[in-house]
């Protein structure tokens, strides 16, 4: 896949970029620093309570030949408990800079997931369980089993292999783990679209175990009209150990088919290839056994003629209970024992699960029913799907399906502004961050008011996030390309995930594409995002940042500073006061009319603070002067070459 080349930046070059890619820069930035013909396909989310087999995994993605993935997100999830480092060694040399651990939300693999692909920029996002060993073409084999699929088809499952010990049968719970190999939609390793994955609202977090968790997502998917294909990739699921009742705690998970249940309607396990297993057979063992012993207590209970009436049938009753218990259990324990090893640990095992495994998952089911009025109630955790995003988006770029609606007007991504873009392009100094003239020094780096809970609010929408800065300081010499990197990582640390890092370090007179008000750097970014430019959003606080998206095609929204020129508020067609008010500009909250206004000529949206000042213009200082960013002044014609500088966040 190769959604934009560097034809679109024609005449970069080694002297007109950054320095050689360092570990933070973007994995598709080449030796040179302009942006290479292919940006990463996927990447790869990691939920993990920080099994040994993590460092395992990540050493198999290091040696296997392929492209790398453009991240490799670890979520956090084990609670409170983190006082050790997750990783207890430095990740892989082929894997630095492109591993970041992310603290998960400790509520399960489906919270654990949306925190990972909401953080994800590839057009792709794999999914692997900390348990997993991806074989030695792994990475070759995901890049040919996502390359060239049809619109329509929104998923890839890859082949596991459960190695089953030699010379000996295989317990119950290596069986019970083996039966991932014929499991359909297993997330274990799965790949989903990040588009689809946002359109349908992610994982439901209302499936608090790794349990039928998948099954839900892929039959929302399915409904949606998208396909999933089973890859030729292959992983391997080693079993790892278990506790004796294993078994037993398994058994929650009936809670969760009850969820299923009414979620998908009665034709769910047909619907999701899942077996029917034992809940009836569970069902009738543990009432008669319930039924036995109520019969033994009502005996006991008998006291004068009324009672040695009761006593009469409560000795029978018990009898014929208790038989029906003990067949149903003796059945259970030989359906476990027989195709297992028959060691005398295995046997005592069985016998000891099998008489508490009916029990218990009866009181699931049962307390399944119970809590579910609550659990469907809970909608802040269920599935939060983006408004369907009308014209091409990033589903059709890469390839994504769904029905295609007719585009909205001109410099919006949709018929309705509100719709949630696919991307938004930040620009950086006096829009994310405080403005300091040719700043080098990471220590003067302050962030904007709002920025940190802007950017935070978009990841949650699933909206991808990139930075699109002119650093014309490296061409007059004021600024190193190191500086430029330690500065864009201060921001990223007070920020979070940005996503990718554009720069371009040409002058105003080099007659570069990539500089501000020029398309170069929107076109670049929305490439290494995987998107379409007119689905992308430019948010900055100078008119070159509003022009570079109107000449991207993109739409642009002004966030005016004390810098910014009056004839620019005037000229942009969309103003808002600050980044809360642009983003909500953008996902459309109530408020969002008294926030920002829309359409040249209307001030309201601008505060008091960067209103007119006494001669009529904003207050601030001229253009070119060291008080405007990106000193030199904002050239208002483009050359026909230049380079594109990268870094990822």
């Known amino acids: 896949m190769s959604p934009r080349s560097p034809r679109a930046h024609p005449g970069a070059t080694a002297s007109g970029s950054l320095s050689p890619r360092s570990p933070a820069s973007h994995p598709g930035a080449t030796a040179s620093g302009s942006l290479s013909p292919r940006s990463p396909l996927f990447d790869v989310v990691v939920p993990t309570v920080g099994r040994e087999s993590l460092a395992r995994l990540l050493r198999a993605l290091a040696v296997a030949t392929g492209p790398a993935p453009g991240r490799v997100l670890l979520v956090d999830d084990r609670g409170a408990d983190r006082s050790t480092p997750l ?105 989903y679209r990040r588009s689809v994955l946002a359109s349908v609202g992610g994982f439901d977090e209302r499936f608090p175990r790794a349990y039928r968790e998948d099954a839900d997502l892929a039959l929302r998917v399915v409904r949606a009209g998208h396909r999933i294909e089973r890859g030729r990739r292959r992983a391997a699921h080693p079993v790892r150990p278990a506790e004796r009742l294993v078994s037993v705690r398994l058994q929650a998970g009936n809670a969760d088919d009850v969820l299923m249940r009414a979620l998908h309607g009665r034709g769910w396990r047909e619907a999701a290839a899942v077996p029917r297993g034992r809940r009836r057979r569970h ?37 014929l209970a208790g038989a029906g218990w003990l067949a149903g259990t003796a059945e259970l324990a030989w359906a476990r024992i027989a195709p297992g090893p028959r060691t005398t640990d295995e046997v005592a095992t069985m016998v000891a ?35 369907p995003r009308q014209g091409r988006g990033p589903a059709d770029r890469s390839g994504g399906g769904g029905p295609r609606t007719p585009p909205g007007p001109p410099g919006h991504p949709s018929g309705d502004p509100r719709t949630p873009p696919a991307a938004v392009l930040f620009d950086r100094d006096g829009t994310l961050v405080a403005d300091v003239p040719y700043n080098g020094d990471p220590a003067k780096v302050v962030a904007m008011p709002g920025a940190r809970e802007a ?57 570069c594409r990539c500089r501000k008000p020029a398309p170069g750097l929107v076109e670049a970014a929305a490439a290494a995002l995987g998107v379409e430019t007119g689905d992308c959003v430019v948010i900055g606080d100078i008119g070159a940042d509003v022009a570079a998206a109107r000449a991207a095609g993109a739409r642009g929204v002004l966030v005016p500073t004390a810098a910014t020129r009056p004839e620019e508020v005037a000229a942009a067609p969309e ?37 007119r000042g006494p001669a009529g213009g904003i207050r601030g200082t001229p253009a070119g002067s060291p008080g405007r960013k990106d000193p030199g002044g904002v050239p208002r014609s483009t050359g026909a070459s230049g380079g594109v500088a990268g870094r990822a966040s």
């Not at 609010?457 to 190193?480: E, F, H, K, P, W």
Request: aromatic share 4%; charged share 20%.
């Open 455 to 511: 950017l935070a609010r978009l990841r949650r929408a699933g909206v991808a996030t990139a930075v699109v800065s002119n650093q014309s300081g490296v061409a007059r010499g004021r600024l190193t390309p190191g500086q430029v990197e330690a500065v864009n990582r201060r921001v990223e640390e007070l920020l979070g995930p940005l996503g990718p890092c554009l720069v371009c370090p040409h002058g105003p007179d080099d007659g």
């Open 575 to 611: 103003v808002a006061p600050d980044l809360t008010a642009a983003v909500d500009l953008l996902l459309g909250p109530a408020h969002q009319q008294s926030a920002a206004r829309r359409g040249p000529g209307n001030h309201g949206g601008v505060p008091r603070s960067t209103r």
């Open 353 to 387: 699960t099998s008489l508490l495994l009916p029990p218990a998952a009866s009181w699931h089911w049962l307390a399944g029913w119970w809590r579910l009025p609550r659990r469907l109630a809970d909608t802040a955790r269920g599935p939060r799907p983006a408004p």
């Open 283 to 319: 069902l009738a063992t543990a009432t008669a056994g319930v039924v036995a012993l109520a019969a033994l207590a009502a005996g006991r209970r008998r006291r004068g003629p009324a009672g040695v009436a009761r006593g009469r049938w409560s000795a029978p009753v018990a009898v």
């Open 87 to 191: 990783l207890r060694s430095v990740p892989p040399p082929t894997l630095a800079g492109r591993v970041r651990v992310v603290t998960g939300p400790a509520a399960g693999p489906a919270a654990a997931r949306n925190r990972g692909w909401r953080l994800a920029a590839a057009p792709w996002v794999a999914f692997l369980d900390d348990d997993v060993e991806p074989g030695p073409a792994w990475l070759a084999e995901l890049e040919a089993d996502l390359a060239g699929l049809p619109p329509e088809v929104a998923g890839s499952q890859g082949r596991l292999r459960v190695p089953l010990p030699a010379g000996r049968r295989p317990t119950d719970w290596e069986r019970n783990v083996h039966a991932l190999e014929s499991a359909a939609w297993a997330t274990a390793d799965m790949a």
